[in-house]
């Protein structure tokens, strides 16, 4: 880890006091940006995660054009997933699986590995993201957590309704648990050799944990994410656990031995604050709001701002990641607000 103990995103997810609230976005390095989009032209996305100068330019593309107070190496959740055996197809819009996961033959023919040897070009990237951003700006890793991977793998891309994860969550729970068990070895391995590799702080990304009756969520989902956040409790660097649709899991997380929980924007930030037991939150503008106008933009930061004062640390982010057709001008006027903002 590097001399950035005094940046403010580092200082806010401790629980340290800052003189204003640290920013940065989900998908923050992307399509909503040209020059991302120029880089693009000239590579595909299966390659440009691949390849380190490449992933490096785009990492640091909007902390250099916005100032943003964190970068966030880019890479996909998927990647890890290609070395153990199932590669996944980006060509053809969302990914794409082309033999899903469904029985036990499929599930145990999946490989752990190194991560440094199946995926060195990952920390390869690392280096060099953290060479460009010097001590200005703090760099964080990530992986998708173990269900949300699952949903991938056993649905072979997006869905609308799981139905291939839910029928095994209900009719074999014990192969999926199978799945979770092989896949948090492998997440844990991975977020460690990045840290291995330099980043300030991981964070992991539970997109579809959300999807599940409570109780599902406590005995499938929880267990292993509780395994990797103490797996690296001895790694010296923050851990965030962001959790799509958390609401009506608050009380079920607010244990996790993490430094920070992200919030979306389906939930009040002062509530999600005084469910979470004192952690640092990081969250939570409705990414759509960004296509609003300039007022709206100002008015929802500034009370999200407000609210978050009364955190032992926040972190401004959005519930969800950037969408692609975001106005260039809409997180000026973000970035703008949230760094001129200053607790009372």
């Known amino acids: 880890m590097s001399d950035l103990k005094n940046s403010l995103f580092l200082k806010a997810l401790r629980g340290e006091p800052t003189e204003r609230t640290p920013i940065w976005v989900m998908r923050q390095a992307g399509r909503y940006l040209p020059e991302y989009m120029q880089v693009r032209e000239k590579i595909s996305f299966n390659d440009l995660c691949r390849t380190p100068e490449a992933a490096c330019e785009v990492t640091l593309q909007p902390v250099r054009r916005f100032g943003f107070d964190a970068a966030i190496m880019f890479s996909d959740i998927l990647t890890p997933l290609e070395a153990m055996g199932a590669p996944f197809d980006f060509s053809q819009g969302g990914p794409k699986l082309e033999r899903p996961l469904r029985d036990e033959k ?45 949903t991938y793998l056993i649905e072979g891309g997006g869905s609308k309704d799981y139905a291939y994860l839910k029928t095994m969550l209900y009719s074999r729970p014990e192969l999926l648990q199978e799945l979770l068990d092989k896949l948090g070895d492998q997440i844990l391995d991975y977020l460690r050799m990045q840290v291995d590799a330099g980043v300030d702080a991981v964070q992991l990304f539970d997109t579809w944990g959300g999807i599940l009756h409570p109780a599902d969520y406590r005995t499938m989902v929880l267990p292993v994410v509780r395994r990797i956040m103490d797996g690296l409790k001895d790694s010296g660097v ?49 990414p759509l709001c960004l296509y609003g106008d300039r007022e709206q933009i100002r008015r929802r930061a500034l009370e999200i701002c407000a609210k978050g004062a009364a955190a032992s ?22 970035v703008e607000t949230v760094q001129g903002y200053r607790k009372e």
């Open 106 to 150: 499929d599930i145990r023919a999946l490989r752990r590995y190194p991560s440094l040897e199946g995926v060195p070009y990952v920390a390869e990237a690392i280096g060099l993201m953290k060479q460009g951003l010097g001590d200005r700006t703090p760099l964080i890793g990530f992986a998708g957590s173990p269900f949300t991977l699952a």
């Open 238 to 286: 923050p851990r965030i656990y962001f959790l799509k649709g958390s609401a009506p899991y608050n009380h079920l997380i607010k244990d996790l031995d993490v430094e920070a929980f992200g919030v979306d924007w389906t939930q009040d930030l002062s509530l999600a604050i005084d469910q979470m037991g004192g952690k640092a939150v990081q969250g939570n503008l409705d």
């Open 313 to 334: 640390g926040h972190v401004f982010n959005l519930g969800h990641g950037i969408l692609p057709k975001t106005p260039i001008s809409a997180v000026e006027t973000l």
